[in-house]
């Protein structure tokens, strides 16, 4: 899914097709993901700056635009998990370490309703990371819900990744590479991560599941080349 400029609330409010429902929903969604978008900017910056990259260093080690590092930067875009996979691994931090605040303690808890929110589909459906550890071995946990018609397709993720996937209720269709599987409520299935992959709900009925994502050895690769360097 490209990236999309943050959308301003206002704008939504003056639709006149909106129900005022609706426009108190989109309203509301709009700010949370500014706010997000604005944390996640901040976070990379920081990093960036941390490893004192400028933003064509950064950019070119993501293999993303220097306009698309900016951007994320600023807060101005939503960014695909995709892009937001690649800052996060040139940065050799994992994704979770952008969309959650640095933490000093071993535990950490995400309550009901305050996980990221990474992807929004055409039709309504979410993407949520509720929980993620920390580099070098990263495992990301999120919450997916499709609506009917709603497909998330992903890149290959980095060499060595894993995931799992579990449908809590409706049919989920799962394409790896070549192959393609039907899931209903309660099946799991294991599969790489680092090959394209797709979650499709071609049901009537709305279809949520949980994914797990192992990416081993985050940031290994571009320590190496540091050091080589």
């Known amino acids: ?59 070119d080690a993501a293999g993303v635009s220097r306009r698309m590092v900016v951007n994320v930067e600023q807060g101005t875009v939503n960014p695909s998990v995709g892009t937001l996979l690649r800052i996060s691994d040139a940065l050799g931090v994992g994704l979770p370490a952008l969309v959650e605040p640095p933490r000093h303690r071993s535990l950490a808890v995400t309550r009901k309703g305050d996980g990221a929110a990474l ?30 018609g709603d497909r ?9 990744t894993k995931e799992l996937l579990h449908v809590r209720s409706g049919t989920v269709t799962v394409s790896v590479a070549e192959d393609t599987v039907s899931l209903t409520d309660g099946d ?6 680092d090959v394209a992959h797709s979650y499709t709900n071609q049901g009537a009925e709305p279809a949520r599941f949980s994914l797990a994502v192992f990416e081993p050895g985050v940031g290994s690769a571009r320590q190496k080349e540091v050091s080589h360097a």
């Open 119 to 148: 992807w929004t589909g055409e039709l309504g459906g979410r993407g949520i990371l509720v929980a993620g550890t920390q580099s070098p071995d990263v495992v990301e946990l999120w919450d997916w819900t499709l609506e009917p």
């Open 1 to 59: 899914m490209e990236e999309s400029p943050v959308r301003n609330p206002s704008i939504a409010l003056s639709a006149p097709s909106h129900t005022a429902l609706q426009v108190h929903y989109d309203a509301l969604m709009d700010e949370n993901a500014s706010v997000l978008a604005t944390a996640i900017g901040e976070r990379v910056r920081l990093e960036r700056q941390g490893r004192r990259w400028t933003l064509d260093q950064l950019a």
């Open 152 to 160: 998330h397709t992903s890149e290959a993720h980095a060499a060595g």
């Open 188 to 193: 799991a299935m294991t599969f790489p991560g």
